[in-house]
């Protein structure tokens, strides 16, 4: 069983940066895709981001595009989304998925392994 990380989460002001950690108990990523979904109160598991086993490909949901980066370093395993010009509707539980192939989709059935999320708010 792997065991999925998130941290960096926290409160936050409309139009700040915040930067999203994930790792793995083991290097599962290293052949893995990596994925960020986000749960908003009331709504259900969307998706956000994911980058392939060698960083060369990324897809985003558009409410994202442009603000959000994900990235990976593969010589410690852990993927990161930095997240810029936040929004007060970007407010959710984040979690990180490991990939069951090594390049991701918007689908969360092809993540195997979950985090058990951070909180991000952003007020207003």
């Known amino acids: 069983q792997v065991q999925v990380t998130e941290s960096g989460g926290g409160l936050v002001q409309a139009g700040d940066s915040l930067r999203l950690s994930c790792a793995a108990s083991r290097r599962t990523g290293s052949n893995n895709a990596m994925g960020w979904f986000r749960q908003a109160p009331g709504k259900e598991r969307e998706f956000v981001a994911t980058?392939?086993?060698?960083?060369?490909?990324?897809i985003y949901a558009d409410s994202v595009k442009g603000r959000f980066t994900i990235s990976r370093d593969r010589s410690s395993g852990t993927v990161y989304l930095q997240m810029d010009s936040l929004k007060p509707e970007d407010t959710a539980v984040y979690f990180c998925a490991v990939g069951r192939k090594s390049v991701g989709s918007r689908s969360q059935t092809d993540y195997a392994y979950w985090g058990q999320g951070t909180q991000v708010t952003v007020s207003s």
């Open positions: 980058i392939s086993w060698n960083g060369a490909y990324t």
